[in-house]
């Protein structure tokens, strides 16, 4: 792979004076003593010899200036735009796509032409794996642990005790910070919001799912006691509550907001209600992408830029345009696949737009462009019975909400200012883009970190591994835990709370119902290569208990015992289908190494905030209309029916002077 052009020296390292510099003062001052001794002479001669003097003082001291001037001098920082897709698998890009059933030329140039990276991790779910992308700390640290997300309606959201999030270091080093769309880590409180931690502008949506065309979520309450988690799950295209003791209610999740100039969040009635009428009907992407778009082409390129565009896409509800639809290849015949592809189709297109407005307005040059997943890929609605959604892991195994390499394992590539040109099979997980950018802002982050700078890697220059191991999860509640170090995985306890335990192909025919699940053909690429034939998977897992207690001790987790310990190389068996452990007593050394370190770190985790009763939102609160604005519309004010026919709930946070 080449060596970019534009080194991590030149970004990273900080000012200082040069010693040549003061060397050549110093030698300027030696010399010129003779002429300070003729001074004490009288007359002509003495004036000259004084006037001689004065000027190659004068000569010096520019010269030196320009020299530290010139020497000193820093490279300008490059301008930092993150791509964030929601639920996109491995399965579900074009360079990996192995089906010819999703199509994005866009994001496959910029990822040729950029630093693919190959051996790259997200989180399980949507939540925890934005608090580790913005604190660069493992969500086990804090609380934030689990296949769990916060739900609408929740009392919680990134402790602000986690008082050093990426934007918050980026500001620091001189950026200009933006969010547009989704943030989903919080609104108990204005101090949960975006702009308190540390975006100055954010447009977008405070939860984790709303329609694509009306914005509108559901606001969810109630306690799943079997699952752990806020709220029963809304059904994903009608929005209704699957428990009739626990309504949904609607709410517009859709918010514009800048700070003034005492810090305080301007979001007013009227522009509310202006764009509730604006945006109706408009389609999520384009709005995000547009607003992107404007605040690269407003901003003022003195100050670099650091902007967050977290897009839904392709989140369900699967709700495309036609004009997508139409982009979809022909051989994808199925219905919901469709759906999802045409999603990734217009995010291919709004990435596109992004580039292009760099480039247009001269940024180009100097902005790094990163592409990210959050998790991997939604098989099918959360909880049994719910519907086909669309995601696909192949040739993975699992999905969304499990640590199997499925629902972990996530597309990402960097593209830009000086980044290498290649594939890396470097482990990288999304902890590590804290580190790395705060190396790039040249800022020094104060709190101890999980996240790994890899800076090396991405401008070519990394001589060694830079990280070795990750621990994917450590969850009391589920009782699962998963650590990576080198090519081998650990799997303690039930890698899946609900049943997606299979490498799925993605429904590819329109009477396709079901997934196509593993056999020995469709393992044959592997496993059955190398071993013969494949494992026999362990049935008995740890139970899946509805149990709040919070453990801190890794064999209440999953003991150490072939009912809870699964070993995989994932260097010869990436679709985890053979059991090390199970199979040979040879890998238990390295096995209780490993185990090792998830019981160290066990001791020390923070106690999982999704499992305490007192944050969650309680009946009253809704019949008292906490959080909730309404803003009620006269018949033809706007020209959708469903808007003029019924209130549309502007949902704000908890603040006393709103109750």
Not at 14 to 27: L, Y
Not at 218 to 235: H, I, N, S, T, V
Not at 322 to 344: C, G, H, Q, W, Y
Request: charged share 20%; net charge negative; with cysteine.
């Amino acid at each position: 792979m080449p060596v970019a052009a534009h080194t991590p020296l030149a970004i990273g390292e900080e000012a200082g004076e040069e010693e040549d510099g003061i060397a050549t003062n110093s030698t300027t001052r030696s010399e010129a003593s003779p002429f300070w001794s003729k001074t004490r002479c009288s007359g002509t001669e003495g004036k000259h010899y004084l006037l001689l003097v004065l000027c190659i003082i004068i000569v010096a001291i520019v010269t030196l200036s320009i020299t530290l001037t010139v020497k000193g001098k820093q490279e300008p920082k490059p301008n930092v735009v993150l791509i964030i897709a929601d639920d996109m698998g491995h399965n579900d890009i074009g360079y990996y796509n192995q089906h010819g059933d999703i199509r994005t030329p866009f994001l496959d140039k910029l990822a040729s032409s950029g630093l693919r990276l190959d051996n790259y991790y997200g989180q399980s779910i949507c939540t925890p794996a934005r608090a580790a992308l913005f604190t660069g700390r493992y969500p086990f640290r804090y609380g934030m642990q689990g296949a769990r997300p916060l739900l609408y309606g929740a009392k919680i959201g990134l402790p602000l005790s986690e008082n050093q999030l990426l934007p918050q270091i980026m500001s620091e080093g001189g950026y200009t910070t933006a969010l547009v769309g989704k943030w989903h880590l919080g609104y108990a409180s204005w101090d949960y919001t975006p702009l308190k931690r540390g975006f100055d502008m954010f447009y977008g949506m405070y939860g984790g799912v709303s329609n694509y065309l009306t914005h509108k979520s559901p606001l969810e309450r109630g306690f799943d006691k079997f699952q752990g988690m806020y709220g029963g799950f809304a059904d994903y295209f009608t929005h209704e509550m699957a428990e009739p003791e626990s309504p949904g209610v609607q709410v517009f999740d859709l918010h514009e907001q800048t700070l003034d100039s005492d810090g305080n969040i301007v979001e007013t009635d009227e522009a509310n209600r202006k764009l509730i009428m604006d945006t109706y009907g408009v389609f999520s992407e384009k709005l995000f992408t547009d607003k992107a778009v404007e605040i690269i082409e407003g901003h003022d390129t003195r100050d670099p830029l650091f902007l967050t565009v977290s897009y839904m896409n392709p989140h369900s509800p699967l709700q495309p345009l036609d004009e997508d639809l139409a982009k979809v290849p022909s051989n994808a015949t199925n219905t919901i696949r469709r759906k999802f592809s045409a999603l990734m189709s217009s995010l291919d297109s709004g990435m596109q737009q992004i580039v292009e407005a760099l480039r247009a307005n001269g940024m180009g040059d100097n902005t790094i462009v990163i592409f990210t997943g959050d998790n991997g890929g939604a098989v099918q609605g959360p909880g049994a019975g719910s519907p086909w959604i669309g995601g696909n892991n192949y040739p993975l195994r699992g999905s969304k909400w499990t640590v199997w390499e499925g629902g972990v394992k996530v597309p990402a590539f960097v593209w830009g200012a000086g980044i290498t040109q290649g594939v890396s099979d470097q482990l990288f997980h999304i902890t590590d883009w804290l580190p790395t950018l705060a190396k790039i802002a040249r800022v020094k982050p104060k709190l101890e970190l999980d996240g790994v700078n890899q800076m090396d890697v991405l401008y070519g220059n990394a001589d060694k591994p830079t990280r070795t191991d990750l621990i994917l999860e450590l969850d009391p509640c589920y009782k699962q835990a998963a650590y990576i170090t080198n090519d081998y995985k650990l799997i303690v306890g039930d890698p899946s709370p609900r049943p997606y335990d299979e490498v799925f192909q993605p429904l590819i025919k329109e009477n396709d119902t079901t997934y196509y699940k593993g056999d020995d053909t469709m393992y044959s690429q592997y496993s059955k290569i190398l071993f013969g034939n494949q494992s026999s998977f362990i049935q008995k897992m740890a139970e899946n208990s509805a149990s709040r207690t919070f453990y801190q001790n890794i064999s209440q987790v999953g003991a150490f015992t072939t009912d809870n310990i699964m070993l995989f190389d994932l260097s010869s068996d990436p679709s985890e289908s053979y059991d090390l452990f199970t199979e040979s007593s040879r890998f238990e050394s390295m096995a209780r190494k490993m185990y090792s370190v998830l019981a160290e770190n066990a001791a020390k985790m923070g106690k999982p905030l999704f499992f305490v009763d007192e944050f969650k939102l309680s009946a009253q609160d809704i019949a008292d209309g906490v959080g909730i604005k309404t803003y009620d519309f006269k018949e033809g004010e706007v020209e959708y029916n469903d808007i003029s026919e019924t209130k549309l709930l502007k949902w704000t946070p908890w603040l006393k002077d709103e109750e």
